[in-house]
């Protein structure tokens, strides 16, 4: 079947959820031909719902703390201080899938290789082929990650954000049609998959990262089995690897200010104001009543609450 997104594009359903058609053959070919390490991580998300923060503190977690304290301006200093988080982690559909059916990934010098993807678990588990790979999921309230989409979406046009385009994402998403949609059956099937495999799969909530960050960045990198040591803990090494990761940290750096992904996506355009509730100033009491109906219908009885 295929339907027509919110700028009138052509989206392909496969395995349940939207894709254009280029990203359906690049998903395909990282089904067949992607070779998984036990030892890979991977960051899987909703668009916008906090991919960027949390490949950079899955960066941030998996090397060595040694590297925060060398200059920025050495050649080998912390690699969050000398690219963005998504040139160090690609995602299969968008990069890598998307320019070859053969990738090279001697790239992936370093282990663990730390990945992404927007796809929903089922159709990521495809491609994994029942290896032992660690998957991370970020979520985040419904209606922030679409208003952070209409910024977006609108800055990739390079055009001031209107409210006809808003309204129309809006219509796409509640009927579920959109990159990687529908939204609610992407977070269920991973919100399963954790309570399934919880050894394999962590579920993060980006509204629990902005409230306990250093709970939730001792959890992520307990689950990628490099916890802190009492001495990291002690001195200030978990604030230390927040701080390089925090959104005011990474927005300021001159590699995010000027440079473009692989895709030719700005750097700066996945810093904004990182808020949880925004969608407040954006949305209409009808539109917030709507989706808040969508969400409890869907994620009624699943355990699932915002
Ligand atoms: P807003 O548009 O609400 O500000 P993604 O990384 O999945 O594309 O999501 C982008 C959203 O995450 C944007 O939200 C962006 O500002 C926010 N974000 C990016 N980096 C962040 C960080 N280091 N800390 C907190 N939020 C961050």
């Known amino acids: 079947p295929s339907d027509i997104d919110f700028v009138g594009r052509e989206l392909f359903k496969y395995q349940e959820s939207w894709y254009g058609n280029k990203m359906l053959q690049a998903i395909l070919n990282f089904q067949r031909g992607f070779e998984p390490q036990d030892t890979d991580i991977i960051i899987a998300s909703f668009p916008k719902a906090g991919t960027t923060w949390l490949k950079a503190l899955t960066v941030g977690v998996t090397r060595p703390v040694a590297l925060l304290e060398r200059s920025k301006h ?63 999921y970020v979520w985040r ?45 992407h977070v269920l099937s991973y919100w399963r998959g954790s309570l399934e495999d919880s050894k394999n799969v962590l579920f993060l909530k980006y509204e629990d990262l902005k409230t306990e960050p250093r709970v939730q960045l001792k959890r992520l990198a307990k689950f990628l089995d490099c916890p802190f040591t009492v001495e990291e803990e002690e001195n200030g090494s978990v604030e230390e690897i927040l701080e390089l990761c925090s959104l005011r940290n990474l927005k300021n750096l001159e590699i995010n200010k000027i440079g473009i992904t692989s ?33 409890e219908d869907k994620f009624g009885g699943s355990g699932l609450k915002f």
């Open 74 to 136: 050495s050649s080998d200093a912390h690699p969050l201080r000398l690219d963005n988080p998504h040139n160090l982690v690609p995602f299969f559909e968008l990069d890598l899938y998307a320019k070859s059916s053969k990738p090279d990934m001697t790239n992936f010098s370093s282990t663990p290789r730390v990945f992404a993807t927007h796809v929903p678990l089922h159709t990521l588990q495809e491609a994994l082929k029942n290896s032992s790979c660690k998957i991370v």
């Open 141 to 185: 309230n419904v209606k922030d990650v679409l208003v952070s989409y209409w910024y977006f979406k609108s800055a990739l046009m390079k055009v001031e954000a209107e409210r006809s385009l808003l309204e129309s994402m809006f219509e796409s998403f509640c009927r579920g049609v959109s990159y990687g949609g529908p939204f609610w059956e």
């Open 263 to 295: 895709r030719g996506v700005d750097h700066k355009n996945f810093f904004r104001k990182g808020e949880v509730g925004d969608s407040k100033n954006y949305l209409t009491p009808e539109m917030e009543k709507r989706i808040d109906m969508i969400t």
